[in-house]
């Protein structure tokens, strides 16, 4: 994460909002960026709910044949026009080929993740060999947890941020109770200072390297969801690992909407969902990371069939040979459906060229959903 990057954006919005004549929140700005963005055309590409269709439109001041102004990205994004398509391939194939679709076709059913993984690997900034395509993002956390969460005596602490997602909470909760630990010395959430909304990553850092040799694992969002931060993974990760933390990060509200570098970063491990900004539909197809540094090492405290490294998986002889890195937690076969609708999603397959033009919608909508203190708010979401 380059904050130098996000400080710029924040910079180029501000004047382009002088040249224009206009203030941050104003329509004359966001109708301009609409104008010139050179994605724009990708809009095209996705269904947008008509107002008509919309169970709470009131009839008496909207013009029911609009597309409403869809701005719940963050829960779940829009589907894409071609996800009809990709589904109705699998459902024919399977009705001409049987039990053949899984080797044959343009997604050999046991193989239909690993037709899209270098796809997700792009787009997180990881090495194929370190991403897997499976389960959802809980079962994805909680398998990544039983490795890395090896709680001592001394070091039995998961530090992460007061209000995380239920998802996370509720996993960490679980994770330490499973152990035997009590969650409510185990458990160190990091709040905001009062009067603030978002965390500073000084703060972050303090109580990390006051706390470190007592905290197991760290475990940030990427993009928070209920305020929009975008934490610095670089400093936290370096922070963490420097007292002998594993640091892992949930990404559900990061993947699609900032760029990520984990490899880069040294990021240990990491999950995310697929159906907000990747626009795979509900309860898609999710991922899950671990660093190369621990192919050899970390080992998954469950197994199934999918474990096993591919090369002998068919011979059926029972006899574990477990692929090495995120591969061996894998537990079943891909969801083929679950694997075309993430396919089809056109943010997906422009991950190769994230970089051709940073989107500062992140930021941007900060901007847009708060007036008074917005600037002050802009700052603080990416790092300030």
């Not at 998802?167 to 009062?194: C, N, W």
């Not at 491990?269 to 540094?293: D, M, Q, R, T, V």
């Not at 591969?327 to 079943?332: E, I, K, T, Y």
């Not at 396919?343 to 919608?361: C, D, E, G, Q």
């Given at each position: 994460m380059d904050l130098s990057s996000s400080r710029s954006q924040l910079a180029f919005l501000e004047k382009t909002a002088a040249l224009l004549g206009c203030s941050l929140v104003d329509q004359k700005l966001a109708l301009f960026l609409d104008e010139t963005d050179d994605l724009k055309h990708l809009r095209d590409c996705f269904y947008v709910p008509k107002i008509k269709d919309l169970p709470t439109t009131n009839h008496t001041i909207a013009n029911m044949e609009d597309d409403c102004v869809y701005l719940c990205g963050n829960s779940l994004g829009l589907a894409p026009k071609k996800v009809k398509t990709y589904l109705d391939e699998e459902l024919e194939k399977w009705t001409k080929m049987g039990v053949h679709g899984h080797f044959h076709g343009k997604r050999p059913w046991a193989l239909g993740d690993e037709c899209i993984v270098q796809l997700m690997a792009d787009l997180v900034g990881a090495q194929k060999e370190e991403v897997a395509l499976m389960n959802g993002l809980t079962v994805n956390l909680h398998l990544l947890l039983l490795s890395f969460y090896?709680?001592?005596?001394?070091?039995?602490?998961?530090?992460?941020?007061?209000?995380?997602?239920?998802?996370?909470?509720?996993?960490?909760?679980?994770?330490?109770?499973?152990?035997?630990?009590?969650?409510?010395?185990?458990?160190?959430?990091?709040?905001?200072?009062?009067?603030?909304?978002?965390?500073?990553?000084?703060?972050?850092?303090?109580?990390?390297?006051?706390?470190?040799?007592?905290?197991?694992?760290?475990?940030?969002?990427?993009?928070?969801?209920?305020?929009?931060?975008?934490?610095?993974?670089?400093?936290i990760t370096e922070a963490g690992q420097r007292k002998g933390c594993f640091v892992g990060f949930d990404l559900a509200h990061a993947v699609g909407n900032v760029e990520l570098c984990l490899h880069h970063w040294g990021v240990d491990f990491a999950c995310w969902c697929s159906y907000k900004y990747l626009n795979s539909g509900a309860g898609g197809l999710a991922g899950a990371f671990i660093h190369e540094k621990h192919s050899q090492t970390m080992k998954p405290a469950l197994t199934g069939w999918w474990s096993h490294e591919f090369n002998t998986r068919f011979k059926m002889e029972n006899k574990m040979k477990l692929s090495p890195g995120v591969n061996g937690f894998r537990l079943s076969n891909p969801p083929i459906l679950l694997v075309c609708s993430l396919h089809a999603s056109t943010y997906f397959s422009l991950a190769k060229n994230w970089k051709v033009a940073p989107r500062f919608l992140h930021g941007f909508e900060r901007t847009l959903t708060h007036s008074g203190d917005t600037m002050i708010r802009a700052k603080q979401s990416i790092g300030q």
């Amino acid at each position: 994460m380059d904050l130098s990057s996000s400080r710029s954006q924040l910079a180029f919005l501000e004047k382009t909002a002088a040249l224009l004549g206009c203030s941050l929140v104003d329509q004359k700005l966001a109708l301009f960026l609409d104008e010139t963005d050179d994605l724009k055309h990708l809009r095209d590409c996705f269904y947008v709910p008509k107002i008509k269709d919309l169970p709470t439109t009131n009839h008496t001041i909207a013009n029911m044949e609009d597309d409403c102004v869809y701005l719940c990205g963050n829960s779940l994004g829009l589907a894409p026009k071609k996800v009809k398509t990709y589904l109705d391939e699998e459902l024919e194939k399977w009705t001409k080929m049987g039990v053949h679709g899984h080797f044959h076709g343009k997604r050999p059913w046991a193989l239909g993740d690993e037709c899209i993984v270098q796809l997700m690997a792009d787009l997180v900034g990881a090495q194929k060999e370190e991403v897997a395509l499976m389960n959802g993002l809980t079962v994805n956390l909680h398998l990544l947890l039983l490795s890395f969460y090896r709680p001592t005596a001394s070091r039995h602490k998961i530090l992460l941020e007061a209000k995380a997602f239920p998802s996370d909470h509720y996993t960490v909760e679980s994770q330490i109770q499973l152990r035997g630990f009590d969650v409510a010395k185990s458990m160190l959430l990091v709040h905001p200072r009062k009067g603030e909304e978002t965390l500073r990553t000084e703060d972050i850092l303090s109580i990390i390297e006051k706390e470190g040799d007592s905290i197991a694992v760290i475990l940030f969002s990427g993009v928070q969801y209920y305020t929009g931060q975008y934490f610095n993974i670089p400093k936290i990760t370096e922070a963490g690992q420097r007292k002998g933390c594993f640091v892992g990060f949930d990404l559900a509200h990061a993947v699609g909407n900032v760029e990520l570098c984990l490899h880069h970063w040294g990021v240990d491990f990491a999950c995310w969902c697929s159906y907000k900004y990747l626009n795979s539909g509900a309860g898609g197809l999710a991922g899950a990371f671990i660093h190369e540094k621990h192919s050899q090492t970390m080992k998954p405290a469950l197994t199934g069939w999918w474990s096993h490294e591919f090369n002998t998986r068919f011979k059926m002889e029972n006899k574990m040979k477990l692929s090495p890195g995120v591969n061996g937690f894998r537990l079943s076969n891909p969801p083929i459906l679950l694997v075309c609708s993430l396919h089809a999603s056109t943010y997906f397959s422009l991950a190769k060229n994230w970089k051709v033009a940073p989107r500062f919608l992140h930021g941007f909508e900060r901007t847009l959903t708060h007036s008074g203190d917005t600037m002050i708010r802009a700052k603080q979401s990416i790092g300030q």
